[in-house]
């Protein structure tokens, strides 16, 4: 049985990590999962902050969902009001969680799942930082690679290696991005 992470739909709202984490589903190495909730969460905001997006976001979703073999989750919902979180609104992506089997959740939101909360459930809260960085410390050269076939996918336009790398960072990925630069010549 395949490693199982739940992505939240903060890391899913900035473009660049979410076609990286995609990049990451498809190397097989673990199960990626999301809820129909988180996708509506994630793309609500972007259509907040950029609403002529409104007629590529639909496309957006149904790609995803058919590019990630079982990627979502459903009948989680009745677990729902079930539990505690410091934020209820976030109780919709530890029940997905639960559901799927999942033993992570991504997310930048760290202290809205707090370890004493999620422990029962055999699910940890993990910064997608953190979460790439342990992927490449166990398969090294699978994530070189699906990094490598994520900077050539952006054609619109193309990315320096250093650019790149800077947009990395930019969403949060400094360990990565300093691990990444010593393989610079392969990416």
Same mark, same amino acid.
């Given at each position: 049985?395949?490693?199982?992470?739940?992505?939240?739909?903060?890391?899913?709202?900035?473009?660049?990590?979410?076609?990286?984490?995609?990049?990451?589903?498809?190397?097989?190495?673990?199960?990626?999962?999301?809820?129909?909730?988180?996708?509506?969460?994630?793309?609500?905001?972007?259509?907040?902050?950029?609403? /002529?997006?409104?007629?590529?976001?639909?496309?957006?979703?149904?790609?995803?969902?058919?590019?990630?073999?079982?990627?979502?989750?459903?009948?989680?919902?009745?677990?729902?009001?079930?539990?505690?979180?410091?934020?209820? /609104?976030?109780?919709?992506?530890?029940?997905?969680?639960?559901?799927?089997?999942?033993?992570?959740?991504?997310?930048?939101?760290?202290?809205?799942?707090?370890?004493?909360?999620?422990?029962?459930?055999?699910?940890?809260?993990?910064?997608?930082?953190?979460?790439?960085?342990?992927?490449?410390?166990?398969?090294?050269?699978?994530?070189?690679?699906?990094?490598?076939?994520?900077?050539?996918?952006?054609?619109?336009?193309?990315?320096?290696?250093?650019?790149?790398? /800077?947009?990395?960072?930019?969403?949060?990925?400094?360990?990565?991005?300093?691990?990444?630069?010593?393989?610079? /010549?392969?990416?």
């Amino acid at each position: 049985m395949r490693f199982v992470v739940i992505y939240d739909a903060c890391v899913l709202y900035p473009a660049p990590l979410r076609d990286l984490l995609l990049r990451l589903a498809l190397t097989g190495l673990f199960a990626a999962r999301w809820s129909e909730q988180i996708q509506q969460e994630w793309t609500r905001n972007v259509l907040i902050n950029r609403p /002529d997006l409104s007629d590529k976001l639909p496309r957006t979703v149904e790609l995803m969902n058919s590019a990630v073999p079982d990627a979502l989750v459903t009948g989680h919902e009745p677990l729902i009001e079930g539990l505690t979180l410091p934020d209820v /609104d976030d109780r919709h992506v530890l029940a997905a969680a639960i559901r799927a089997g999942a033993q992570l959740i991504v997310t930048f939101n760290l202290r809205d799942f707090p370890a004493a909360q999620l422990l029962p459930f055999g699910v940890e809260a993990v910064h997608p930082d953190e979460f790439i960085t342990q992927q490449f410390d166990l398969h090294e050269g699978r994530i070189l690679s699906a990094v490598h076939a994520h900077r050539q996918s952006l054609r619109n336009p193309p990315k320096t290696i250093a650019e790149y790398l /800077d947009t990395l960072a930019a969403q949060g990925l400094v360990v990565t991005v300093e691990r990444l630069r010593r393989f610079a /010549d392969v990416l």
